[in-house]
């Protein structure tokens, strides 16, 4: 499995790709997507999808998972973030992937082990768990424990759908009751 | 010039293309797509972003113009929207278009006359400027009156962009004054 994080903002969009092999994570790259601020917002968002694909084509990633963001207090910011995200969002969809969301709290939760860490901690996890030389730069940082926490989620999830299939193909079940195999 | 106005939206983004021929606008196409709401968010975005695609492959608009958005007072609505406009815009431009963004006040001021007109004055308004025989869908119609507002301000920015020219390559000029040709 071969996950694409991605953390979208409209004057730079974070991107982290990592590779999981059994119980081992690898990193394969990352950086940051510099959105030139002086374009039409049209075109900035066509450098986020542009590059997006680049990215997708370059490292072939089978999933990709993305920050879901809450509202800021900034009706505007929050406008311009969205834009931002929807953006990748079509882009990531758009090169064949699916998508998959977390919170931020899940990604710390995950990352870190609290809910509530900090930016740096964030960054120093990424770099211990990915087994770094250096500390990646934050948005960097953010689309790989975006990459990590679904490296995580994603064996229980695919956990769930198993035993889903399970139910309703190879039991027998009564009025949605399990009555035996 | 052939316009494709767009008015994007998370659950019915609307499109509308016009052709104008000297004085003359005529209708070429209009309608609404139907984004499906029990999709996952990429997905939904990506139907907005394919969909724009295949009409602009079907009609080769030469121009785009898109409503600027305000924020909303629910801030959760304003980010589903700008997720949606994202994706809207970086589709036309990614189709290679240019987009041009205009107020809803400037719209409904120059389809209707007046900046505070009702949603059924501007559909009205747009059945009576091309000529047609039926009220188009709301979200269709403003996406018609935003290709309008194009069609009405494009040679005025055309104007002024050829004086711009004429006074850089063509006037002489002292500190920023005329002083003759």
Redesign the interface.
């Known amino acids: 499995m071969r996950i694409l994080g991605v953390d979208p903002g409209l004057r730079k969009t974070g991107f982290g790709v990592i590779e999981v092999q059994g119980q081992h994570l690898h990193y394969v790259a990352s950086g940051t997507i510099i959105v030139p601020t002086d374009e039409?917002?049209?075109?900035r968002?066509?450098v986020?999808?542009?590059h997006l694909r680049e990215i997708v084509t370059m490292h072939q990633p089978t999933h990709s998972a993305?920050e879901q963001?809450f509202?800021?207090t900034n009706?505007?910011t929050?406008?311009?973030?969205?834009?931002?995200?929807?953006?990748a969002?079509?882009?990531?969809?758009?090169s064949g992937l699916e998508?998959h969301?977390y919170t931020a709290l899940q990604i710390k939760k995950t990352v870190v082990g609290r809910g509530h860490a900090a930016k740096e901690q964030v960054q120093q996890m990424v770099q211990h768990l990915l087994r770094l030389n250096g500390t990646p730069a934050p948005d960097a940082a953010d689309a790989l424990a975006c990459a990590l926490c679904h490296a995580h989620h994603a064996p229980l999830q695919q956990r769930l759908l198993n035993q889903n299939t399970l139910t309703t193909t190879q039991l027998r079940t009564r009025g949605g009751r399990f009555i035996g195999k």
Chains 1, 2 share one sequence.
């Open positions: 039409p917002l049209a075109q968002l066509q986020i999808l542009m993305v963001v509202v800021n009706p505007h929050t406008l311009l973030l969205g834009q931002a995200r929807g953006a969002l079509c882009a990531l969809a758009d998508v969301e």
